[in-house]
């Protein structure tokens, strides 16, 4: 869960995660969103674009989202041959200035809507 101290109008949220087969893999990141902690709404998921491995450097999960809330709730699901999960960093990002995208050009394949 992310406190993110305040009421934030959230467009985007990033897993960095690590793969290697068979031992540490995210397959899917379920996004809920809060405004007291304990009650949350689904607010989409994230899934891993390509079954490519990517040990030594991070993979990033991208999803966008349009969801005004103090917290964040990601569930990071694992693959199922993987037998636990080795994350980076998760971060959010709000509405960015007028007239810049919400989406990069390639997203990981996801269910949370771009714009």
């Known amino acids: 869960m992310l406190d993110l101290g305040s009421e934030q109008e959230i467009r ?16 899917r990141v379920t ?12 607010a ?4 891993k674009a390509s079954d490519a491995t990517f ?20 569930e ?3 693959g199922p041959e ?7 960093e998760m971060w ?3 509405r960015p200035p007028m007239g810049l995208p919400w989406c990069s050009s390639k997203p ?3 269910s949370l809507p771009c714009r």
């Open 12 to 27: 985007r949220v990033h897993v960095m995660a690590y793969q290697r087969p068979a031992e540490f893999d995210v397959a």
């Open 108 to 110: 990981a394949r996801s």
């Open 44 to 47: 989409g998921a994230i899934t």
């Open 92 to 94: 959010s990002r709000a």
């Open 55 to 74: 040990e030594w450097n991070a993979l990033v999960l991208s999803g966008a989202i349009r969801a005004k809330a103090r917290y964040l709730k990601l």
């Open 31 to 42: 996004v809920s969103v809060g405004s007291d902690g304990q009650k949350w709404s689904p």
């Open 82 to 88: 993987a037998s636990r999960l080795l994350l980076g």
């Open 76 to 78: 990071v699901q694992h």
